[in-house]
C-alpha cells in the first residue's frame, strides 16, 4: 500500500495539472475532461502502470462526484434563465429519454444483435447527457439565455429517470404495469424533498448568523447533498432532490450568495478533475480496441436518429424554431454520467456489462472529440450564437447580526441600466444607502451627484429590515433604468421614492 505522502503529493499533482489543463483546452478548443481522461489513462496500466479495477469504488466515487457537480450546476443556475424553458427542459428529461431508450434500443437489437433487454439498457446508459460537459462547454459557447437553460435544464434533470431505467433494465426482475407508478413515485419524491431542503436551507441559512463567512458555502453544499441522502434513504430520486435542492438554494437570498456559487465552482471543478481522471485509471486501452467498432455504430444511431428525434417529440410541442432544435440535437453531450451509468449495469450483473462500460467509454471520447469541438462552430451556423450577453447584476450579502444591518455588495456589470444614474435618482429606501464606490481600482466616498458607470462596485449598508427592499430597488433600477417604479412595499416608503 502506498503511503500517505505518496497518495496526497500524487492527488495534488493530479489536480494542479487539472487546473492547467483547463487553460490549455481554451486555448486548443477541446473539452477539458478529455485532457482528464487522458490523465488517467497515461497513470494507468499500460503507461505509468498503476493498476486499478475496483469497478465499486470508482462507481461510489462517481456517484459522490456526480452529486457535486449537480449541486454546483443547481446553485449557478440563474432561475430567470431557466423557468422560461421549464416545458421543454422537463420534457427532454422525461419525453426525450423515453424515445432516445426506444430508438438507440431498436437499432442495437438490429444491427449488433442483442436481445431486446440489453439493447434496451445500452440505450438507456447512453440517453442521458452529461451535466459537467454541459455546464462547463455550453456556457461558453454564446447561446441565448433559454436555449442554455434549456440545455441545462435538461443535463440536471434526465439524470433521475435514466438511472431508474438503468437499475431496472440491469436486474432480472420482470417489469410489470406497477413498473411506470413506482418511476413516478421516485421522480415526484425526490422532486418534492429536493425543494423542501432547498426552501428549507435557505430559511435555516438566512438566520444561522455563523461566525465565519466560509461556513456558508460549506453548509450550503452540505444541505444539497443531505437531501441526496434523504432521496436514496426515502427510495426516491437522490439526483433529482439534490439538483432541486441547489436550484433553489442558489436563487435564494443567502448571505455572501457569491462567495456560496464560487465554492460550488470550485467543488465541481474538484469532481470533475477527480472523476474523470479515474475513470481513465480504471479504463483498459487493450480492451477498447475491441469496442470501437460497436461503439462507432451506437454513436451514429445516437447522433443520426435518437437524439433528434428525442428533441423533436419534446421541443416541437412548445414550437421551438428548427434551428434551435437543431442546435440542441447536437449539443446533447455525453460524459462521465453515461460511464458511471455503464458500472452500475456492470456490478448488477447485466450481461456484456464489461463489454458496455468500453464501448462507452469509447463512445464519449468520440463524441466530445465530434461535438464539444464542434459546437461554437454549429451555433454560428445556425444563427443561435450571439454576441457576449449583459451579465447579470450580482449583489452578495454580508450580515451584521450585533447591528442588525447587512452590506450588500454590488457589482454593475456591462449593459446595466445602472449605467448613468445618479445617486440621488437610486432613490434607496430608509435605513439604506450606498457607502463606498470603488472604481478602477480606487475607492471613495459617494455624493447624491456621484453618477454610476459600468464596473463600478458599491458597497451598501442597510437595516436588516430594508435590506430586501434596497435589494429590490437597485435590480428594478439595473433592468429598466432610473424610472423604474418601486415596488418595494408600503413599509419601505418614506417619502423619497
Not at 4 to 24: K, N, P, S
Not at 277 to 305: E, H, K, Q, T, Y
Amino acid at each position: 500500500m502506498a503511503s500517505l505522502e505518496m497518495v496526497l503529493g500524487v492527488a495534488a499533482a493530479v489536480v494542479l495539472l487539472g487546473v492547467f489543463a483547463v487553460r490549455v483546452s481554451v486555448r486548443l478548443g477541446l473539452p477539458s475532461l478529455l485532457l482528464y481522461l487522458g490523465m488517467g489513462i497515461l497513470l494507468g496500466e499500460s503507461v505509468v502502470g498503476i493498476q486499478f479495477s475496483d469497478a465499486p469504488l470508482t462507481e461510489s466515487m462517481g456517484w459522490a462526484a456526480l452529486v457535486l457537480i449537480l449541486a454546483e450546476g443547481g446553485l449557478t443556475t440563474r432561475w430567470r434563465a431557466v423557468r422560461p424553458s421549464l416545458g421543454v427542459g422537463i420534457a427532454l428529461s422525461t419525453v426525450g429519454v423515453i424515445v432516445s431508450i426506444g430508438v438507440v434500443g431498436v437499432a442495437l437489437h438490429l444491427l449488433l444483435g442483442l436481445d431486446w433487454r440489453a439493447a434496451f439498457l445500452w440505450g438507456a446508459v447512453l440517453a442521458s447527457t452529461d451535466a459537467a460537459a454541459v455546464f462547463s462547454v455550453l456556457r461558453g459557447v454564446g447561446v441565448s439565455p433559454r436555449l442554455a437553460g434549456i440545455l441545462e435544464l435538461e443535463s440536471g434533470s434526465n439524470d433521475a429517470p435514466v438511472v431508474i431505467a438503468v437499475v431496472l433494465l440491469a436486474s432480472d426482475d420482470p417489469i410489470t404495469w406497477l413498473t411506470p407508478l413506482l418511476v413516478v413515485y421516485e421522480l415526484g419524491a425526490g422532486g418534492v424533498l429536493g425543494g423542501l431542503f432547498g426552501l428549507g436551507g435557505a430559511w435555516a441559512l438566512r438566520r444561522a448568523a455563523l461566525p465565519a463567512t466560509g461556513l456558508y458555502p460549506l453548509a450550503t453544499l452540505a444541505v444539497c447533498v443531505l437531501a441526496y441522502s434523504a432521496g436514496q434513504l426515502a427510495h426516491a430520486s437522490g439526483l433529482l432532490a439534490v439538483y432541486v435542492a441547489a436550484l433553489v438554494l442558489g436563487n435564494a437570498d443567502l448571505p455572501h450568495r457569491g462567495d456560496v456559487r464560487s465554492f460550488a465552482e470550485g467543488m465541481g471543478w474538484l469532481a470533475q478533475i477527480g472523476l474523470f481522471v479515474l475513470l481513465g485509471l480504471f479504463a483498459s486501452p487493450p480492451r477498447l480496441v475491441d469496442a470501437i467498432v460497436p461503439a462507432l455504430v451506437a454513436g451514429v444511431v445516437l447522433i443520426i436518429a435518437a437524439r433528434p428525434l428525442s428533441v423533436l417529440a419534446s421541443a416541437a410541442p412548445f414550437r421551438v424554431p428548427w434551428r434551435e432544435q437543431a442546435f440542441m440535437s447536437w449539443a446533447g453531450l455525453r460524459g462521465a454520467v453515461p460511464i458511471v451509468f455503464a458500472l452500475v449495469a456492470f456490478i448488477e450483473g447485466a450481461p456484456s456489462g464489461q463489454a458496455l462500460v468500453d464501448v462507452v467509454f469509447v463512445l464519449v471520447v468520440v463524441l466530445t472529440l465530434l461535438q464539444g469541438t464542434t459546437l461554437p462552430w454549429v451555433a454560428r451556423r445556425l444563427g443561435v450564437s450571439r454576441e457576449a450577453e449583459p451579465r447579470e447584476l450580482s449583489v452578495d450579502a454580508a450580515p451584521l447580526d450585533e447591528l442588525s444591518a447587512d452590506l450588500l455588495q454590488v457589482h454593475v456589470p456591462v449593459g446595466s441600466q445602472l449605467r448613468g444614474v445618479y445617486l440621488r435618482e437610486l432613490r434607496l429606501p430608509r435605513g439604506a444607502m450606498v457607502s463606498l464606490v470603488v472604481r478602477d481600482g480606487q475607492g471613495f466616498t459617494p455624493t447624491e451627484d456621484t453618477r454610476l458607470r459600468e464596473l463600478d462596485q458599491l458597497l451598501v449598508v442597510t437595516t436588516a429590515k430594508a435590506r430586501q427592499a434596497a435589494e429590490a430597488r437597485i435590480r428594478a433600477v439595473d433592468q429598466r433604468g432610473r424610472l423604474a417604479r418601486w415596488h418595494a412595499g408600503r413599509e419601505a416608503t418614506d417619502g423619497r421614492g
